[in-house]
């Protein structure tokens, strides 16, 4: 199985900061991680997929980068309604579309 | 608009059953693959099984292999996941998903499975 390690597993920024997670993935995944954020006893949504493509209706201040094996997901500047929680997913293996762990972001 | 509705989530005992479905509308159900995740309280994402498009190729994660059934009705456009010998570790908010390879870009409101005496 693909393991997916995110990093840090919580941060604490202020509105307005740049923000970067990132997404390790224990193989080489081409381009195909997607990110999600999560608020509160909601379901998740989907933010960027393959890699870096901004799914539909998604701000642009959000953007995702990389290839292979490391990723981030980075918010240039942070909004209130940003403070969430945050998983990467590979979508490689095309029977095991694991998740990583999660980053919650709070607010500082 | 697509939607995707969970139901039959409650209170069960351990050992006991429940099934759930969802209700799928507003695209060709047909067409995708669907997967169940699951998200115990406090914790992170977990797919728990996923089925082709076809309905012929399902798969499981480890921990419920041999208990959770799952399967589809094109017709109806609806997706099941019968839940057979439940476990206190089954406890979770149970998600319908829309699957392509980009992703999972739909997902329901969740159904909450309780396994407790």
């Known amino acids: 199985d693909i393991q997916m390690t995110q990093s840090p597993s919580s941060l604490s920024a202020s509105v307005g900061d740049r923000v970067t997670i990132t997404c390790r993935a224990s193989?080489?995944?081409?381009?195909?991680l997607n990110w999600y954020q999560q608020k509160p006893g909601k379901a998740p949504k989907l933010l960027i997929y393959a890699a870096s493509s901004l799914q539909s209706g998604v701000p642009s201040r959000f953007s995702g980068s990389g290839s292979g094996t490391d990723f981030t997901l980075t918010i240039s500047s942070l909004q209130p309604e940003d403070f969430a929680t945050y998983y990467c997913q590979q979508s490689y293996s095309t029977l095991l579309y694991t998740f990583g762990q999660g980053t919650k972001l709070e607010i500082k | 608009e697509v939607q995707l509705v969970e139901s039959g989530g409650g209170l069960v005992q351990p050992g006991g059953s429940l099934r759930l479905s969802c209700a799928a509308s507003?695209?060709?159900?047909?067409?995708?693959?669907m997967y169940w995740v699951r998200q115990a309280p406090g914790k992170g994402l977990v797919w728990v099984s996923r089925?082709?498009?076809?309905?012929?190729?399902?798969t499981y994660v480890d921990s419920v292999k041999g208990r959770f059934t799952l399967s589809r009705d094109n017709a109806k456009n609806t997706l099941n996941l019968q839940m057979n010998s439940l476990r206190a570790e089954d406890t979770a908010v149970y998600y319908c998903?829309?699957?392509?390879?980009?992703?999972?870009?739909?997902w329901g409101p969740g159904t909450l499975v309780t396994v407790s005496s």
């Open positions: 507003g695209f060709t159900f047909s067409i995708y693959s």
């Open positions: 998903v829309r699957s392509r390879q980009a992703g999972f870009d739909y």
């Open positions: 089925i082709t498009s076809d309905g012929i190729t399902i």
């Open positions: 193989q080489s995944i081409s381009t195909y």
